[in-house]
T-cell receptor
Framework: GQQVMQIPQYQHVQEGEDFTTYCNSSTTLSNIQWYKQRPGGHPVFLIQ?????EVKKQKRLTFQFGEAKKNSSLHITATQTTDVGTYFCAGNSGGSNYKLTFGKGTLLTVNP | GAGVSQSPRYKVTKRGQDVALRCDPISGHVSLYWYRQALGQGPEFLTYFNYEAQQDKSGLPNDRFSAERPEGSISTLTIQRTEQRDSAMYRC??????????????FGEGSWLTVV
């Protein structure tokens, strides 16, 4: 079945440093979504990418979808302590527009 | 309500007992999803409803797991004859329209199940 791999599993940064997490799918995706889960919280939807090569920005966050629609990345510029949490990518494939396959997530910790 | 509401938030049960987990989606949301999330993992798809119809139950691990949404709103996930391996966070989510691209999915706080 479809697999979604995410690296790194953990990332610790100093406040102000940049952060990037990468997501790779074993199959071509119809779309990819990114979620943030604060410690003890629930996944919160951040964004969805649909088009090949798409790039979207939300303030300090930049999301990219690969040309082959099999990989994606999330880059945070100048991290803040409020960025702490686990970032998950999740993809739809195989014609399904509802069944998300999640990666294991990247836990980001920020040292103030 | 303002968000997806799940109950109980925490459930400890003895092995072999049945448990029922409840989900109250955001008012007016057509689609409802159940996911399971183990510690340190991403959510894993269990099942999906549009209105009262269960469209996909391919993620349910075995026939001890079942779900229903009889009136197209509140849903119940039932686990019969619980086993220790069933221990996990069970998350419900809902969305306004059936899986349309760009359709935001809202997760609930989850129900922590511990089987002892």
């Amino acid at each position: 079945g479809q697999q979604v791999m995410q690296i790194p599993q953990y990332q610790h940064v100093q406040e102000g440093e940049d952060f990037t997490t990468y997501c790779n799918s074993s199959t071509t995706l119809s779309n990819i979504q990114w979620y943030k889960q604060r410690p003890g919280g629930h996944p919160v939807f951040l964004i969805q990418l649909v088009k090949s090569g798409e790039v979207k920005k939300q303030k300090r966050l930049t999301f990219q979808f690969g040309e082959a629609k099999k990989n994606s990345s999330l880059h945070i510029t100048a991290t803040q302590t409020t960025d702490v949490g686990t970032y998950f990518c999740a993809g739809n494939s195989g014609g399904s527009n509802y069944k998300l396959t999640f990666g294991k997530g990247t836990l980001l910790t920020v040292n103030p | 309500g303002a968000g997806v509401s799940q109950s109980p938030r925490y459930k400890v049960t003895k092995r072999g007992q049945d448990v029922a987990l409840r989900c109250d989606p955001i008012s007016g949301h057509v689609s409802l999803y159940w996911y399971r999330q183990a510690l340190g993992q991403g959510p894993e798809f269990l099942t999906y409803f549009n209105y009262e119809a269960q469209q996909d139950k391919s993620g349910l691990p075995n026939d001890r797991f079942s779900a229903e949404r009889p009136e197209g709103s509140i849903s119940t996930l039932t686990i019969q004859r619980t086993e220790q391996r069933d221990s996990a966070m069970y998350r419900c989510a809902s969305s306004l329209t059936p899986g349309h691209p760009g359709n935001t999915i809202y997760f609930g706080e989850g129900s922590w199940l511990t089987v002892v």
